[in-house]
């Protein structure tokens, strides 16, 4: 009878740390992969439909005009991401800007981007869409990058 | 305000060389159908690119401030969510972004050619309406860089994405009543030349009865015109004397803000750690690859430690009662 007690009190105790593990507590890290400003792609070739009318192509660098970010969802209990955030890359299919700090974006919201056009002397904007991926959406044309991540350190911690 | 004897193409051309302090000026940019309308990029979820854009900018030399924003709201004091607000006081410059990232750095540089910091790229590209909407339509030039041979003007700019200078001619035609009713310009940046026109209406008094209220900047291509950009002017207020400084700071607003401020100096980015001292902005997984088995465990570590400090206690609690009982039961025999 004893032994069975004792056996229950282990339980309880190997219970007790699992829902320790349960309530886990966030840091709701902010990752910068493009500060406002970041040259996105160098002489990035623009194809496709112009302003003007018809086609036309020409080379221009491609700058971020809002910081693009991601939220890096870090356990301080359990010591390291979570399984839900376990990126391969931070700054490939992310939620960019867009949005306020404190509220999360779309995931691959995409972000305002800007250019200057050696075919009219304009300054344009154009949209930086799914994460990794940027069409410019005066010529529906993608831009491929890849850059490292900054950390900013802020944001909230949430537990649940 | 000009005086009433002066006409209003003279004062037109004053306006652009010799601009006064303005106290506010709100407008309203409206991004041409062709422009908007063109294949949006999936996903859908993409915020659009807005079709209306509003503006309140106040500027003297050396300072300004700059609000924008998706409505009107933009004039309300303080910023509102989802305004952005590009602020310079002297060699101070300031960017508080949508998302509400904040940055700021000094840049003695004060020529729109001399600035190499990106940052400072960043600004003067942040702030071409403004420069724009003061130029009355002509792009690339800094506030009151035209320069009048009677109705003919000339003009040194500066294009900061590709760093290039840029020179601009132009002239411009009054209507019947002496009014500027367009301005011919044309732009000569590196081996190319473009041609623009500028149409200006006069649907409503702004607060200087010789500026136009719609600007309409052209491109001119194969003898047909593009529309590029629209401006609306709604109010213009200017002042004959100098304003206070505090009107262009916007760290009044930093201080009920929990945003994170980016600071760009010596040619980084830091930002303020808990500890209030400025900590390097430094990219912490520039070689981003998957964790191994042995780095998962690593990161679960504390985990693990706490199940096995727990199991090892419980075990000790057991084996102490199972000491303790059969103790007891040697007592109970024994007596």
Known sequence: MKRKLNMLLALSLLGLTGAAYATTCYLNQVVLCFKNGDKVQGSYLHTGSSIGGGTASFYADIF???????????????????????????????????????????????????????????????????????PIPAYDERVYYSVGASYSDTSSTSCN | MQAPETAPLDAFKQFLASPPIIESLVWKKVMPSE???????????????????????????????????????????????????NARLGDDFWTWELSGFIMHWQERTHALWDMRMQPSKLFQTHTREFREVMSMGVMHLDIGAIRWNGDNFLAEGYV????????????????????????????????????????YKYDTNIGLPFLPSVIQSFWVNEGKEVKMAEYALRSLKTSTVALPSSL??????????????????????????????????????????????????????????????????????????????????KRKKTT
């Open chain 2, 35 to 85: 422009q908007v309308n063109r294949p949006q990029p999936a996903p859908t979820t993409s915020r659009p690119l807005e079709h209306e854009y509003w503006f309140q900018g106040r500027w003297q030399p050396g300072f300004l401030i700059l609000k924008s924003g998706h409505t009107l709201e933009v004039t309300q004091p303080g910023r509102q969510a989802g305004d952005e607000i």
């Open chain 2, 160 to 199: 900061p994405e590709i760093s290039s200078a840029v020179r601009a001619h132009g002239i411009v035609k009054p209507d019947s009543n002496g009014y500027a009713q367009e301005m011919a310009v044309e732009y000569f940046i590196r081996t190319n030349a473009y041609h623009y026109v500028v149409h």
């Open chain 1, 64 to 134: 971020a005009e809002e910081s693009a970010w991601r939220y890096d969802k870090y356990s301080v209990t359990r010591g390291g991401r979570t399984p839900n955030r376990s990126y391969t890359s931070f700054c490939v299919g992310f939620e960019a800007g867009g949005a306020d700090l404190f509220t999360q974006p779309a995931v691959n919201g995409g972000f305002h981007v800007t250019f200057w056009n050696p075919l009219t002397s304009h300054t344009d904007d154009g949209w930086n869409g799914s994460g990794g991926l940027s």
């Open chain 2, 248 to 329: 262009f700071d916007p760290q009044a607003n930093l201080r009920t803000n929990s945003s994170p401020v980016l600071v760009y100096k010596d040619g980084a980015w830091y930002q303020t750690n808990a500890l209030g001292k400025l900590a390097h902005f430094t990219p912490p997984f520039a070689n981003e690859r998957s964790p191994t088995t042995g780095e998962k465990l690593e990161a679960n570590q504390l985990y693990f430690g706490a199940v096995f400090l727990n199991s090892f206690t419980a075990f000790s609690v057991i084996r102490r009662i199972n000491k303790q009982n059969k103790q007891n039961t």
